[in-house]
């Protein structure tokens, strides 16, 4: 038989990798599967200018012979000079076919791909060489942490770690250990030509065929006759962050949450204590209201009621028997404001491209610290406050890790407060800040204490006294607003920093997770001289694409 024209042209010196093939591809469409096995050796070695039969069976699933079919032989790997003498083949009466490999002058292990309509295709290995033949048992070792479920070995002729066909390509020899067998560590390639330098190279392969783990072995000499060992050792591809995710930083703030308690309590108080107490706050804010409606005599006839009877005490203690009053209103609502913003949680969207991550803010809420804890969701543009992120990341990916160089969040305390009082009472279903105030200020005490004072009742009905008492609460109300939103130069930014987790859960080297809960950083003043401490994590989670 004739040599092809394409292996004429090959020279000693050439490289070239034939994988052409002549016959028809495989496509089992909708027609019942056949069966294309081999008849004679499943690997051959052959000096130089040697030349070797194969031959295949090819049959129904029944056993019975598919004759006059035209099958394909095509060369996988790098042959360098050797070829075949036909690319194609036909089957005789009992379905059997049979073709030639005529080795070359270069010494090559490669692969003879024979291909049939409707069948898998059988692989011959062929070992081309002048000084023998020798094995290679490799011992392959992993400890990462990717999902490796199949494991393979591919060996590189007078190949380097370094080389392209190494890190990309397929090797001139190939095995692999296929799902259920991931924890193996030995592979045996049992005939290669001797004489020869070897690039060894170990893949881990996820649960969709993607590598997730590498590694290489080179300069391994091949002795003729007996079985060479080498190890091999697989190590974690870098994951890929290059995306967009769901992100939260969820922040433990409770230095910031009590100097926002401590400031809605002494501001609550001002004007009471300003007063001389609960009594006097309410009576003075009664008689002003008289005085503005043009009731000047009853007002007068209340100031001297108030020193004659001493009425500021008396209507201090009905108070403190009930238990309520507009101090004890501001101590409560101070009280909770401190716990509703032990932690701060603020969610955005974070996209990553070229390794560069971009946080868009998206919301802040605020909730204490117990667990399941209702958070509440901040209005933040109602106070014409925009809040911004920027980000700046160093990413450890060989430790599957994101170092947060800096997360500064654009937010200025004073309005977080006046935005969480805002939450909790459309939480609560009441009005404002004085309608949280409301329902231990004791205004119901106040109506019937003043109801009975004759001085008082004559001039204002339960309805006038109850507008009295929430219009004390809103003043009240509007010095706490007040002196919160005036922190707001105080505490503007806050900074943080940390290791961040990264997972890939799907077994594709891509980022799906992230996770940090060591971030550490403070809620400070514009220019950073003054802030106090906060903490937390950060989790993301990608988004559909």
């Known amino acids: ?170 090797g001139d020899r190939s095995t692999t250990l296929t799902p259920g067998t991931s924890e193996a560590r030995f592979f045996a390639l049992p005939v290669l030509p001797a004489g020869e330098s070897y690039a060894v190279v170990g893949r881990g392969r996820g649960p969709g065929g993607e590598m997730l783990a590498w590694g290489c072995t080179d300069a391994v000499a091949l002795e003729a006759d007996v079985n060479t060992s080498v190890a091999v050792a697989i190590h974690d591809l870098a994951l890929i962050v290059d995306g967009d995710y769901s992100v939260e930083a969820d922040l433990e703030t409770p230095v910031p949450a009590r100097t926002l308690a401590e400031a809605a309590s002494t501001s609550g108080t001002e004007a009471i204590d300003a007063a001389g107490g609960d009594g006097a706050f309410l009576l003075d804010v009664l008689e002003a209201a008289l005085r503005a409606a043009g009731l000047t005599s009853a007002a007068d006839d209340l100031a001297m009621r108030r020193v004659a009877a001493d009425l500021d005490a008396a209507l201090d203690l009905r108070l403190a028997d009930a238990g309520t009053s507009p101090s004890a209103s501001a101590a409560v609502l101070a009280t909770t404001l401190g716990e509703r913003t032990e932690r701060l949680a603020i969610s955005g969207a974070l996209s990553v491209a070229d390794a560069v991550p971009v946080w868009t803010m998206s919301a802040v809420s605020a909730h204490a610290s117990a667990p399941s804890s209702p958070r509440l969701s901040l209005d933040l543009s109602a106070l014409g406050i925009e809040p911004d992120a920027a980000m700046s990341a160093t990413w450890l990916l060989d430790e599957d890790a994101m170092q947060l160089d800096e997360l500064r969040v654009t937010l200025p305390l004073g309005s977080v407060a006046v935005a969480s009082l805002a939450a909790l009472a459309a939480e609560r279903r009441v009005d404002g800040t004085a309608g949280l105030l409301l329902a231990t200020s004791g205004c119901e005490t106040w109506q019937s204490w003043a109801s009975e004072q004759a001085s008082i009742s004559a001039a204002c009905d339960s309805e006038c006294l109850l507008s009295a008492c929430k219009n004390a609460l809103e003043e009240i109300a509007t010095r706490i607003e007040s002196f919160l939103a005036s922190l707001d130069a105080e505490r503007a930014v806050i900074t943080l920093a940390g290791r961040v987790a990264l997972e890939d859960t799907e077994g594709d080297l891509r980022v799906d997770f992230m996770a940090g809960g060591e971030l550490a950083g403070e809620w400070a003043s514009p220019d950073g001289s003054a802030g106090d401490p906060v903490g937390g994590m950060l989790s993301g989670v990608r988004t559909l694409e």
Request: aromatic share 4%.
């Open 1 to 170: 038989m004739a040599l092809l024209p394409v292996a004429l042209a090959a020279c000693a010196s050439q490289s070239t990798t034939y994988d052409a093939d002549g016959g028809p591809r495989t496509d089992a469409g909708t027609e019942p599967a056949a069966v294309l096995e081999l008849v004679s050796e499943p690997a051959l070695t052959l000096l130089f200018g040697d030349d070797a039969d194969l031959a295949v069976r090819y049959t129904e699933q029944d056993g019975s012979p598919i004759a006059g079919a035209t099958l394909g032989l095509a060369l996988v790997g790098r042959a360098h000079d050797s070829t075949l003498d036909e690319l194609e083949m036909t089957t005789d009466a009992d379905g059997v076919a049979s073709g030639r490999v005529i080795a070359g002058h270069v010494s090559s292990a490669f692969r003879v791909r024979v291909t049939a309509p409707r069948a898998i295709p059988v692989h011959v290995d062929v070992s081309v060489g002048d000084a023998g033949f020798g094995g290679l048992v490799v011992e392959m070792s992993y400890d990462g942490e990717r999902r490796i479920v199949e494991r393979a070995i591919d060996v590189y002729a007078r190949g380097s770690c370094g080389d392209t066909r190494t890190t990309t390509g397929p």
